[in-house]
């Protein structure tokens, strides 16, 4: 089962570069959510989706742009990098957004920008 | 103000004893869901436990339980009999019920070591 896969794992970006983060679930999920994580201040939301064709933003959406096109795919777009957005981000999924509904988490993306 | 707290940034614990990890709630909502997740040093995020707001007992999952009090808003994790393997990032986080579509928020987590 391969749950929640992120691509790539690692990247590192020049300042003012842009790239796009891949996340596929397989699990047939509604729900699907982009977090940072950076020391010291656990994860954060960035973006999230309720479903296929929509978003919603989160807690530190600036900076960020997303795209839910198909139900399984959820990607996050940084279209001009900065040294601020040097983070390990986490993409999640889970089948319902009711309150007794746990996440899946994928493996993370060490992002890096220089 | 924070919806999740975390007071402990690290904590220590002999191997083979129990340890308590503290987290402490804000919400409004009657209807709410608490989840403890824990993060190895390799990075993943692993669900360890759920407790909902509506469940009277203590939620529990091999070494792992969830002591719930809910007059005082906390949902400390309990490890019993610590193993090297527990050594570990722990985050507590919440889902609240008010939108019926909301996102896990996350406390900033508490770092775990066993000793040997």
């Known amino acids: 089962n391969a749950g929640v896969t992120q691509t790539p794992k690692f990247r590192v970006l020049k300042t003012g570069q842009s790239m796009t983060l891949l996340c596929a679930q397989d699990m047939n999920h509604e729900y699907m959510y982009w977090y940072r994580q950076d020391p010291g201040m656990g994860l954060r939301l960035i973006h999230y989706?309720?479903?296929?064709?929509?978003?919603a933003k989160g807690e530190v959406p600036d900076g960020y742009n997303v795209s839910r096109l198909k139900k399984q795919n959820f990607l996050l777009g940084l279209e001009s990098a900065a040294p601020s957005q040097t983070s390990v981000y986490f993409c999640?999924?889970?089948?319902?957004?009711?309150?007794?509904?746990?996440?899946?988490f994928g493996q993370g993306t060490r992002l890096t920008v220089v | 103000a924070q919806k999740i707290t975390q007071t402990q940034p690290g904590m220590f614990v002999q191997e083979k004893e129990a340890v308590t990890l503290d987290c402490t709630y804000d919400?409004?909502?009657?209807?709410?869901?608490l989840f403890w997740y824990k993060q190895p040093s390799s990075g993943e995020m692993i669900f360890l436990i759920y407790q909902g707001s509506y469940d009277e007992q203590n939620a529990t999952e091999g070494r792992y339980s969830l002591n719930f009090q809910k007059a005082r808003k906390s949902a400390n994790l309990v490890i019993s009999a610590s193993q090297l393997g527990d050594s570990a990032m722990y985050f507590c986080?919440?889902?609240?019920?008010?939108?019926?579509?909301?996102?896990?928020?996350f406390g900033k987590g508490t770092r775990l070591s066993v000793i040997a």
């Open positions: 989706s309720v479903g296929e064709g929509t978003t």
């Open positions: 986080a919440m889902r609240e019920a008010y939108s019926g579509n909301t996102p896990l928020v």
């Open positions: 919400t409004s909502d009657q209807s709410y869901g």
């Open positions: 999640a999924s889970s089948s319902t957004g009711v309150w007794g509904t746990e996440a899946f």
